[in-house]
């Protein structure tokens, strides 16, 4: 699997804030950045962006959608759940 860095060629670097954490781009302007409170989130969302995954959290996707370009978030895969059936439950009707 591709990562995106090979892909598109970004690397996402992070440091310590007062207040929390910080993600940035190096390639892009200082605009593309995202405050983050913990250090596990902040290399979570670096780790699921490396992989093209798209986050699931809304503030995680406001995240992305700010560190990324347009194009490079659009490239990103959606990961879909398997819904659960409890199979002792019975058969449902719809």
């Given at each position: 699997?591709?990562?995106?860095?090979?892909?598109?060629?970004?690397?996402?670097?992070?440091?310590?804030?007062?207040?929390?954490?910080?993600?940035?781009?190096?390639?892009?302007?200082?605009?593309?950045?995202?405050?983050?409170?913990?250090?596990?989130?902040?290399?979570?969302?670096?780790?699921?962006?490396?992989?093209?995954?798209?986050?699931?959290?809304?503030?995680?996707?406001?995240?992305?959608?700010?560190?990324?370009?347009e194009n490079e978030f659009n490239k990103l895969k959606i990961k879909e759940k398997k819904k659960y059936i409890?199979?002792?439950?019975?058969?449902?009707?719809?």
């Amino acid at each position: 699997m591709n990562t995106i860095e090979e892909m598109i060629g970004i690397t996402l670097k992070y440091k310590v804030v007062k207040d929390g954490w910080i993600v940035y781009n190096e390639e892009l302007e200082y605009k593309n950045h995202a405050h983050l409170r913990s250090g596990h989130t902040c290399r979570r969302l670096i780790k699921l962006l490396n992989k093209n995954i798209m986050p699931e959290s809304q503030y995680l996707r406001g995240s992305a959608k700010r560190l990324l370009t347009e194009n490079e978030f659009n490239k990103l895969k959606i990961k879909e759940k398997k819904k659960y059936i409890n199979v002792m439950k019975g058969v449902r009707r719809c």
